[in-house]
C-alpha cells in the first residue's frame, strides 16, 4: 500500500507544494517549518523542467507499506518524478 506524503503540482505559472497533513502532524509538530527549505528548493528546480512533465503531478514522496495484520513488516519512502525526468545531480544526493 502506498501513501503519499507530499507531492508537487504544477498550477498556472507555479508549482503547489501538497502535503498530507494527516501523515506529517504524526511525524514532528512542526513539520511546515523543517521542510520550508527543502520545498523551496525543490519548486526552484521543479520549474526548469516543467515543460517536461506529462501531467500536473511533477514530484511525490510516497511510503510503502507492507503489514501483516497489525504489524508492520516493512515500510520504505519513495520520491518519484515524473516518466522519463532525471533529476540533476546535485538534488539526488
Excluded: W
Amino acid at each position: 500500500m502506498y501513501l503519499f506524503l507530499y507531492r508537487f503540482e504544477l498550477r498556472g505559472n507555479g508549482i503547489d507544494f501538497v502535503l498530507n497533513e494527516v501523515i506529517a502532524e504524526d511525524m514532528y509538530p512542526d513539520i511546515d517549518e523543517k521542510m520550508k527549505p527543502l520545498v523551496h528548493a525543490c519548486c526552484e528546480t521543479l520549474l526548469r523542467y516543467r515543460q517536461l512533465s506529462v501531467s500536473n503531478t511533477i514530484m511525490d514522496g510516497n511510503f510503502l507499506v507492507i503489514m501483516d495484520g497489525n504489524f508492520l513488516v516493512m515500510g520504505e519512502f519513495e520520491v518519484m518524478t515524473i516518466e522519463g525526468f532525471v533529476m540533476p545531480s546535485i538534488i539526488r544526493n
